[in-house]
């Protein structure tokens, strides 16, 4: 089955502490993207990378970092520069969106990271 | 800067009760319009993709319209199943992030009551 996994599901940070938060799909799809949800709010972008070795920033990228290593995998750091990263990670892939005229963004089903 | 505002933010319905959803939105050029459900501490799951004014996507009880300015979600007959938060999202055409980004509204959550 292709798909978009996310690990783990649930995460515990302590202050101060980094936390990765994984991101694997076999899609086959160029790009990747990692958003935040906060409750009752809608997706805000943190990363993008449309292809491998490059990334870019989102609208919230201070206290995080991504690597994009493989087509299949995108990481996502929680640094401790983050200073309210409590909140629900989503990441999604799709095909490149300038090459195609459908450019569905597929998600994950999503990390929920709590800081102790 | 691109901004979508979904309305309302939260609508109570009885099961077979009609209505809609609304997804209001500025941006640098439509690319596409974009709707999603997400269930509880679930992902957003694809729904549609709008791409110009006066198209309209249907898929079982659910019927995507869009205007120059804003999308509908009609929802007819709804059931206890279809409680979820709908979320609307747009790609622009233009700008430093066109093509790439999506910019997403705040949802609106339906419950079904049966």
């Known amino acids: 089955d292709g798909g978009i996994t996310q690990s783990p599901k649930y995460l515990f940070r302590k202050e101060g502490q980094n936390v990765t938060l994984s991101c694997e799909q076999n899609l086959n799809h160029d790009a990747m993207y990692w958003y935040r949800q906060d409750p009752g709010q809608g997706l805000r972008l943190i990363y993008y990378?449309?292809?491998?070795?490059?990334?870019q920033k989102g609208d919230i990228a201070e206290g995080y970092s991504v690597s994009r290593e493989k087509k299949e995998s995108f990481p996502l750091t929680v640094t401790s520069a983050q200073k309210n990263p409590t909140a629900f990670y989503l990441c999604?892939?799709?095909?490149?969106?300038?090459?195609?005229?459908?450019?569905?963004?597929?998600f994950g089903p999503g990390t929920r990271l709590t800081v102790l | 800067e691109d901004q979508v505002t979904q309305s309302p933010e939260a609508l109570r319905l009885q099961e077979g009760e009609s209505s809609s959803l609304n997804c209001s939105y500025t941006v640098s050029g439509l690319r596409g319009l974009f709707w999603y459900r997400q269930d509880p501490g679930k992902g957003p799951e694809f729904l549609f993709t709008?791409?110009?004014a006066g198209e309209e996507k249907e898929k079982e009880r659910l019927k995507a319209t869009l205007t120059k300015k804003e999308s509908f979600l009609h929802i007819t007959a709804p059931k206890p199943e279809d409680s979820a938060t709908y979320l609307c999202?747009?790609?622009?055409?233009?700008?430093?992030?066109?093509?790439?980004?999506?910019?997403f509204g705040g949802g609106t959550r339906l419950m079904v009551k049966p």
């Open positions: 990378s449309q292809i491998v070795n490059d990334f």
């Open positions: 999202a747009v790609q622009a055409l233009y700008g430093n992030n066109a093509g790439n980004m999506l910019t």
């Open positions: 999604a892939s799709s095909i490149v969106p300038a090459l195609a005229a459908y450019n569905e963004q597929f």
């Open positions: 709008l791409y110009s």
